[in-house]
């Protein structure tokens, strides 16, 4: 069995990462653009007004702020709400009969959302 040149497996190796980093990417691209409407999300949006605000921003001191979350976050939060693996007595309640689209819905929305933060002096 003959070994390879000195340098060339490990640069096939990395090749091939790349290219599977790649194709995961697109995969992932893909899956975000797919029923990502913030238009949508706003009118879902209604029911969460009453403990997360109006726009995202809480009026409640035990609610956490939505707006300017990342939508990845936020999507998986109510992902884990909706089956059960993350509890909160409200939240599984209102997350149980989100769909997958609802839920991109949402996340884009209150992703959208643009919210600057001021650090001490």
């Known amino acids: ?27 992932l691209a893909a899956a975000q653009a797919q029923a990502q409407d913030a238009a949508a999300g706003k009118a879902k949006a209604a029911a969460c007004a009453v403990c997360h605000g109006a726009n995202g921003l809480s009026v409640a001191p035990d609610a956490p702020n939505l707006a300017g979350q990342p939508a990845i976050y936020l999507a998986a939060q109510l992902k884990a709400y909706r089956d059960g693996t993350r509890k909160h007595e409200v939240m599984s309640v209102m997350a149980k009969p989100l769909t997958d689209a609802d839920i991109a819905n949402l996340a884009a929305w209150f992703g959208s959302i643009k919210v600057e933060a001021t650090l001490p002096k």
Not at 6 to 17: D, S
Request: proline share 7%; net charge positive.
């Open 1 to 27: 069995m003959t070994r390879p040149a000195i340098g060339t497996a490990p640069r096939a190796r990395l090749a091939r990462a790349a290219a599977w980093a790649l194709v995961a990417a697109g995969s």
